[in-house]
């Protein structure tokens, strides 16, 4: 079943000089999930932040922190980012060798496991492993920067992922990340999504901003 939506800012478009403030200030704006992309330059062609950076930023918010892992091999890092207070750890099929070890092991560590996929990964990417998972993340832009162009063809993918899910009668969030404004939200929470990743939507303007951006993704989706 669709759940009410959720919006979740990346903070890979906040200033990075004053990430703390920044956390707490979109979480005061209305913020449900803060999500933070992990970029190692190998897996993705970009570098962002590590476990160090998700601790410290921890006091700065109560909500949930939804951490997108883009490096590889995943599995030696799984434990530091629970350590370090992520709630959500979300992780592509592509990422190591063995997926569903990998799902299980965010289970054992006590977080809710995401299965992240790829403009040109395949929905059957869930197969076998949809009932062990609390999200599934459709790309809707290859991963690595943010501000990109929304890939309209993932709508397609929402829609059958949202099948499955609904199929299955599982509370799983079904979220999309890339290229969120106000015109390809409705889009997507309409192919069935209910949580929205939005970096460039949610900080655009600065902080003044903030609340009004969230709140405009929030109701026209
Ligand atoms: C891309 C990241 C996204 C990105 C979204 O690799 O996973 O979370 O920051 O940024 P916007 O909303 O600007 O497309
Ligand atoms: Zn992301």
């Known amino acids: 079943m669709q759940q009410t939506v959720r919006i979740a800012p990346s903070i890979l478009s906040a200033d990075f000089a004053r990430l703390g403030e920044e956390v707490a200030a979109v979480d005061a704006a209305g913020a449900d ?11 993705v062609p970009n570098i962002t932040i590590g476990p160090d950076v998700v601790k410290a930023l921890r006091p700065h918010s109560g909500k949930i922190f939804d951490v997108h892992l883009m490096i590889s091999p995943v599995d030696a890092y799984l434990a530091a980012f629970a350590d370090a207070g992520a709630d959500i750890i979300s992780v592509h099929p592509e990422s190591g060798p063995h997926i569903h070890r990998t799902i299980q092991e965010i289970k054992r560590l006590g977080k809710k496991a995401g299965l992240v996929l790829n403009p040109g990964t395949p929905v059957e990417a869930v197969d076998y492993l949809l009932p062990d998972l609390d999200l599934v993340l459709v790309m809707s832009v290859n991963p690595g920067f943010g501000g990109q162009k929304f890939i309209h063809g993932q709508l397609e993918k929402i829609r059958a992922l949202r099948a499955r899910i609904d199929a299955l009668g599982k509370v799983i969030d079904l979220e999309v990340d890339g290229g969120i404004n106000f015109d390809t939200a409705k889009l997507a929470m309409a192919a069935g ?22 709140r405009r993704l929030r109701q026209t989706a």
Do not use: K, R, W
């Not at 999930?33 to 897996?43: L, S």
């Not at 999504?193 to 969230?214: C, K, M, Q, R």
């Open 33 to 43: 999930y803060i999500h933070i992309d992990v970029m190692d330059g190998h897996f």
């Open 193 to 214: 999504a209910d949580v929205l990743v939005a970096g460039t939507a949610t900080f655009s303007g600065g902080p003044a901003a903030y609340a009004e951006n969230i």
